[in-house]
C-alpha cells in the first residue's frame, strides 16, 4: 500500500496541536506523538526531535504544567495538563489560526472562481 | 516554579528529562512489538523514529529559560579549569593584558578627573566663562571694566561675576608673606554656588571706593595667621600695607584654577585702567539662568556685544563675545595631550589584544579535535561560541582586575610624575566610572582576542577534524594568524612613527636659540613692603635700593628689573605704528613691550644688533625712548638700521619714541611656541621713564632678573634673607632658574615624547612576542613538511629563507598599513602638539628600519630552530 505524502507542520502550529490535544485531558509525551498521528490520519508527520523541546518550552511558558504520575501500566511518566493561561493561549491560538486558514481559503477560493470565469 | 528554583534543581530536572525520554522509547518499543516486530527491531525503530537523543536534549535543555545562566557558570568553571591546566599561557595572556588594561585606566582615570568630571559647584554645567575676540587678536580672556559692567547690567537669560588677580603681602599677625588672590565682585561666590564655611559674602555696599577694607580668606590662610581658626571672622589682617577685617572662611573643599589665598572687593581699588573700554584685563564669569540653553546665552550675548559696537565703536567695532563652558577654562590646553595618550595607550591595548587573539587562534586549532568532539556529542555552534567567548571573558576580567590593581598602583607616580601642574589634580582617583570603564574594556578585549577563535568552530567538517585532529591547520587559520601580524606591526608602526617625529620635534626645538644666556640666570617675582607704596617716589627709591641690596650679595654678578620675563606667564602687548594712529583701535601692529632697567641687557645677555641700550641718565621728563628687537625693525621699516627713527606707541606715550637701539630677538614664548605666536615683535622701554600714575602697578608685577656666579638655585635663599628689608615683609616669591623655564616651555612636548617612546618600546615588544608566537606555531605546523623538503635534499639555509619570506611578506604588508596611519598620526599630532615638525620620510625610513630589524630578529629563531629539524623524526611525527 503506497503511503500518502506528508507534509510538513507550517511553523508555529506544533504549539497550537499540542495545546489543543493536552486540552482534552492530562496526557504524557508519548501519548501526544501518538494522538497526533492518529488524529491527523498520518498526514501530519509531527518530527518526534521537536515535540520534547516544544513541550518543555511550552512548560516554561506556564502555558502547560506537569506532574509526574502512574500509567495505566503503573509506569511512572510526564503527564502534562493546560494552566489556565494555557487555556486561553490555546483560545487565542485557535480563533486566529481559525481566521488565516478563513482568509487563506478565500483567496483560494476567489482564483478559482476567476480561474473558471473564463 | 520560578527560574531561580529551576537553576538550583538542575539536577533533578536533568534526571527527569532523561526518564521522560526512555519512558517514551519503551513505550514506542512495547507498541511495535505488540503489532508483531522482534524485540531488536523495535529497538532498533523506537530509537530511529526519536532522533539523536543528546540533541533533543539540548534543545530542551535551551527551551528552559535559564539555559544561558547555567552554561555561563559551567563554562566559567571549565575556562579557569583549563587555565589552570596549562598555567603558561594563561599567565602570559594575564600578563599582557593587565599592562595594557593598566596603562589605559590610568590614562583614563587621569581624563575623568581632569576633563570628565563636572566641577564641584551646584548646577555645574550652568557656569560658563565669557570670552572677547577680535579678528586680529583671535579668541581671549580679557574683558574691559565698563564691557563687563554693561553685560552685567543687560544681561537677562544669565548672571555674570568678574574677577581680576590680586595677590600681596599680609604683615600679620603672624609670619609675613607674599599670597595669592583674586579681588571679585560682590556675587562671585553667590553666583558659583560657594557658601562660606563661617562669616559671610561680600555685600554690595563693600564694593565701592572708599569702602572700609573687607576680606574673605581660605581655610588654610586662617590657620596659618589666627592661632583659633574660627575666631579669624572679625579680626584684621595687615594685607598691602593695609588694615583689612576677615569678614568670611571659605570651605577648604573650595577650588578654583591656581592658588588662591585671599578675597577682597574688585571695586575698591582705584585703577584707572577699570574705567578704560580698550584695557581689557578683567575675567568674566557667568551662570546661566534654569532653562537657558547655552545657544540662547550666546544669542543674548551677541545682542549686547552688537549694541556696544554700534555706541563705542572706537573700542568695541570688531569686538565679539563668546561663552564658554567653565570647566574647560579651568582645564587648559591639557585636554589634547590627554587625549592623544589615552589614543597611544588604546593602541598598545589593541595590539595587547591582538597577541592575545593569536595565542588563543593557536591553543584553539589545537583543540579541534576537541571541539569536534562536543559538535559530535550534540553541542550546537551557538554554545561552541558562546563557550569560547567565555573563556576570553573569564580571561579579561582577570586582566582587567589586575589591570585596575596596577592603575590604583601606578595613579599616583603617573600624577607626581606630570610635568608642571596638573589641574584638578586632587581630584584624580579611582571611582565607580573607572570601574565601569575598566570592566567595559576588559569585556571588549575579551570579545576582540576571541571573536576570532570562536568562528574558527569546526561545524561543517567534523569527520575531517575528528580524524586529523590539530596535525594540519586549514588555511583559513594560517591566514588570520598572518593577519593578527600585519595588524601588529601595523598598529606598532604608528607608535613608533610617532615616537619618532615626537623625538625630532624635540631635537628640533631644543636646538632653537632662546636668544639670551640662559645659564646662571635667577628670576623671581618680587614684592616690596607694603608701608613704601604710598607715593611714587618711595616706590622709585624702594626699587633702586633693592638693586643695590641684590648687587651687594655675594655671588650676584649682575641685577636688574623687568615686568616681563621671557617665557613665563604674564604679557603686555601694545599696538604700534610707524604713522600716527586717529585712534589706537586701527593700529594693525602689535609688540610685546616689556619695561627694564639699564642693566637687563648685561644681565639676560641678550645680544645688541645697533644703537645702544639704556643707561642710568635716561630719566622720566627726557625724551621717550624705547628699544626693540630685530623682529620689529624688519617688521616696520625693513632693515635693522633704525636708530634714531621713530614709533608711535599710543598706548604708552602721546608723542612719537625715538628708538635708540636694535637687540637680537628673544623667543618669549617658549622654544616651542614662539615661531608660530601671533606676537613676536619686542619693545623695551626704560622703567625710570614709567610716569608716577602706573607707579602702584608696576609696583605690583616688577619681577628681579640675576645674573648669578655660579647655581642660580643656591642663590634663592641667600637672597630672600637679604631682601626682607626693614619691617621683614618684602618677599621673594616665584623663583624660576632661566633654564628651567626654558625646559619647562618643552615640558609637555618632552613628556609626550618619554610616554609615546615608553608605548611605542612596549608595542615593538609585543609585535615581536607576536610575530615569534606566530611564526613558531607556524613551523611547528609545517614540521613534517620541511621534514619531506629536508629529506628531498633542502638545505638547512633554504629551510631558514623559505620561513623568512614567509615572515618578510607579513612584516611588508604591516608596515605598509602602518605607513598610511603613521600619516593619519602626523596629521593628529601636528593639531594638537605645539611646534611639532611636519613629518619626514627620514624619520619614517629609520622607524621602518627599527622595526624590519627587530621583526626580522624574531622570526629567525623559529626560522632557526625549523632548519635543524630531524627529516627521520619529522616524518615519523606524521
Known amino acids: 500500500m503506497p503511503t500518502p505524502p506528508k507534509s510538513d507542520l507550517p511553523q508555529g502550529t506544533l504549539d497550537l496541536l499540542i495545546l489543543k490535544i493536552v486540552a482534552l485531558g492530562p496526557v504524557h509525551g508519548y501519548a501526544i506523538a501518538q494522538r497526533l498521528e492518529q488524529v491527523s490520519r498520518g498526514v501530519v508527520q509531527a518530527p518526534e526531535g521537536s515535540l520534547y523541546p516544544a513541550l518543555h518550552r511550552l512548560e516554561n511558558r506556564d502555558l502547560l504544567t506537569a506532574d509526574w504520575k502512574q500509567t495505566d501500566t503503573g509506569r511512572e511518566a510526564k503527564f502534562y495538563k493546560l494552566t489556565r493561561k494555557g487555556r486561553g493561549a490555546l483560545a487565542q491560538e485557535e480563533a486566529s489560526w481559525n481566521r488565516l486558514t478563513d482568509a487563506v481559503s478565500l483567496i483560494l477560493g476567489l482564483s478559482n472562481a476567476e480561474g473558471d470565469a473564463k | 516554579m520560578t527560574w531561580l528554583a529551576r537553576l538550583f534543581r538542575r539536577q533533578k530536572m536533568e534526571s527527569q528529562l532523561d526518564k521522560e525520554l526512555l519512558f517514551h522509547i519503551e513505550q514506542h518499543e512495547q507498541d511495535l512489538i505488540a503489532r508483531g516486530a522482534t524485540p531488536e527491531e523495535a529497538h532498533r525503530r523506537a530509537r530511529l523514529a526519536l532522533g539523536g537523543p543528546e540533541q533533543i536534549k539540548e534543545k530542551c535543555r535551551d527551551a528552559r529559560g535559564t539555559r544561558w545562566l547555567e552554561d555561563l557558570a559551567q563554562d566559567t568553571r571549565y575556562a579557569i579549569r583549563t587555565f589552570r591546566k596549562k598555567p603558561g599561557f594563561a599567565i602570559i595572556a594575564l600578563f599582557i593584558l593587565a599592562l595594557g588594561i593598566g596603562a589605559t585606566t590610568v590614562m583614563f582615570t587621569v581624563i575623568n578627573g581632569v576633563l570628565l568630571k563636572p566641577l564641584e559647584f551646584p548646577n555645574p554645567d550652568q557656569l560658563m566663562t565669557l570670552h572677547g575676540s577680535t579678528k586680529e587678536f583671535g579668541e581671549f580672556w580679557g574683558f574691559s571694566g565698563p564691557d563687563a559692567d554693561d553685560v552685567a547690567k543687560d544681561a537677562h537669560s544669565f548672571v555674570v561675576a568678574a574677577w581680576i588677580y590680586g595677590g600681596g603681602t599680609i604683615s600679620g599677625p603672624g609670619e609675613p608673606e607674599y599670597v595669592l588672590g583674586r579681588q571679585v565682585t560682590p556675587n562671585f561666590f553667590s553666583m558659583l554656588g560657594a557658601p562660606m564655611r563661617e562669616g559671610r559674602a561680600f555685600r554690595n555696599e563693600e564694593d565701592k571706593p572708599g569702602a572700609a577694607p573687607v576680606a574673605i580668606i581660605s581655610s588654610t590662610l586662617a590657620r596659618r595667621h589666627f592661632s583659633q581658626d574660627s575666631n579669624a571672622v572679625g579680626a584684621t589682617l595687615a594685607f598691602e600695607g593695609n588694615s583689612y577685617t576677615v569678614v568670611g572662611i571659605l570651605p577648604a573643599s573650595f577650588r578654583l584654577a591656581g592658588n588662591a589665598d585671599i578675597f577682597t572687593p574688585m571695586h575698591q581699588s582705584t585703577d584707572h585702567r577699570a574705567q578704560r573700554r580698550d584695557a581689557r584685563f578683567i575675567h568674566v564669569i557667568a551662570r546661566r539662568n534654569d532653562g537657558v540653553t547655552s545657544a540662547a546665552g550666546q544669542a543674548e550675548l551677541d545682542t549686547i556685544a552688537h549694541r556696544l559696537a554700534r555706541e563705542f565703536p572706537a573700542t568695541n567695532a570688531d569686538l565679539g563675545m563668546l561663552m564658554r563652558p567653565l570647566r574647560l577654562e579651568l582645564v587648559g590646553t591639557i585636554g589634547s595631550t590627554l587625549w592623544l595618550l589615552l589614543i597611544a595607550v588604546a593602541l598598545v591595548l589593541l595590539i595587547a589584544c591582538v597577541n592575545i587573539a593569536s595565542l588563543v587562534l593557536a591553543r584553539a586549532v589545537s583543540r579541534e579535535r576537541e571541539l569536534a568532539m562536543r559538535v559530535a556529542l550534540g553541542a550546537g555552534l551557538g554554545r561552541l561560541v558562546r563557550q569560547c567567548l567565555t573563556e576570553s571573558a573569564v580571561l579579561g576580567l582577570a586582566g582587567g582586575t589586575l589591570g585596575v590593581a596596577l592603575a590604583a598602583i601606578g595613579i599616583g607616580p603617573f600624577v607626581a610624575f606630570w610635568p608642571g601642574s596638573l589641574p584638578r589634580a586632587d581630584e584624580i582617583h579611582i571611582d565607580w566610572r573607572i570601574l565601569l570603564f575598566a570592566v567595559g574594556v576588559s569585556l571588549l578585549s575579551g570579545l576582540i582576542f576571541g571573536l576570532a577563535p570562536a568562528f574558527r568552530v569546526p561545524i561543517q567538517n567534523i569527520e575531517h577534524a575528528l580524524r586529523v585532529g590539530g596535525r594540519t591547520i586549514a588555511g583559513s587559520s594560517r591566514r588570520l594568524h598572518a593577519i593578527f601580524v600585519i595588524a601588529e606591526i601595523a598598529l606598532a608602526f604608528v607608535l613608533l ?382
Request: with cysteine; hydrophobic share 45%; charged share 15%.
Open chain 2, 497 to 878: 612613527a610617532s615616537a619618532g617625529m615626537l623625538g625630532r620635534t624635540m631635537l628640533k626645538l631644543s636646538s632653537l636659540d632662546p636668544g639670551l644666556n640662559t645659564h646662571n640666570l635667577l628670576t623671581a617675582r618680587f614684592a616690596l613692603s607694603p608701608a613704601s607704596l604710598n607715593t611714587p617716589a618711595q616706590m622709585r627709591t624702594a626699587w633702586q635700593s633693592l638693586l643695590d641690596q641684590t648687587r651687594g650679595t655675594p655671588g650676584v654678578q649682575s641685577a636688574a628689573l623687568a615686568d616681563i620675563i621671557p617665557m613665563r606667564e604674564g604679557e603686555n602687548v601694545l599696538p604700534y605704528s610707524t604713522a600716527p594712529l586717529a585712534n589706537p583701535s586701527d593700529a594693525t601692529s602689535f609688540a610685546l613691550a616689556s619695561t627694564v632697567t639699564p642693566d637687563y641687557l648685561a644681565v639676560t645677555q641678550i645680544p645688541l644688533r645697533a644703537g645702544r641700550f639704556f643707561t642710568d641718565d635716561d630719566k622720566l621728563g627726557g625724551a621717550p625712548i624705547i628699544v626693540i628687537d630685530e623682529n620689529l625693525a624688519r617688521q616696520a621699516f625693513g632693515t635693522t638700521n633704525v636708530v634714531g627713527r621713530r614709533l608711535y606707541l599710543p598706548n604708552l606715550n602721546a608723542e612719537p619714541v625715538t628708538i635708540i637701539g636694535v637687540v637680537g630677538h628673544v623667543r618669549h614664548w617658549g622654544l616651542a611656541g614662539d615661531d608660530q605666536s601671533r606676537i613676536r615683535d619686542q619693545i623695551y622701554y626704560p622703567f625710570a621713564q614709567v610716569p608716577d600714575h602706573l607707579m602702584r602697578f608696576f609696583s605690583s608685577v616688577m619681577s628681579l632678573a640675576v645674573r648669578t656666579h655660579s647655581d642660580p638655585a643656591a642663590m634663592i635663599n641667600p637672597l630672600r634673607q637679604r631682601l626682607r628689608g626693614g619691617a621683614g615683609d618684602q618677599m621673594l616669591y616665584d623663583e624660576a632658574s632661566m633654564d628651567q623655564l626654558v625646559a619647562a616651555s618643552l615640558d609637555s612636548q618632552r613628556f609626550l615624547l618619554l610616554l609615546f617612546g615608553i608605548f611605542a618600546g612596549l608595542a615593538l615588544l609585543l609585535a615581536c612576542i607576536g610575530i615569534y608566537g606566530v611564526l613558531s606555531y607556524l613551523t611547528s605546523q609545517r614540521i613534517p613538511e620541511i621534514g619531506v623538503r629536508m629529506a628531498l635534499g633542502a638545505s638547512a639555509r633554504e629551510v631558514i629563507r623559505l620561513i623568512l619570506r614567509q615572515s618578510l611578506a607579513m612584516i611588508l604588508l604591516g608596515v605598509g598599513v602602518g605607513l598610511l596611519g603613521a600619516f593619519a598620526a602626523a596629521r593628529l599630532l601636528h593639531r594638537l602638539v605645539e611646534g611639532m615638525q611636519p613629518a619626514e620620510p627620514l624619520t619614517f625610513v629609520a622607524m621602518v628600519a627599527v622595526l624590519f630589524a627587530t621583526a626580522l630578529l624574531a622570526s629567525y629563531i623559529p626560522a632557526r630552530r625549523a632548519s635543524h629539524t630531524n627529516p627521520v623524526e619529522a616524518l615519523r611525527q606524521d
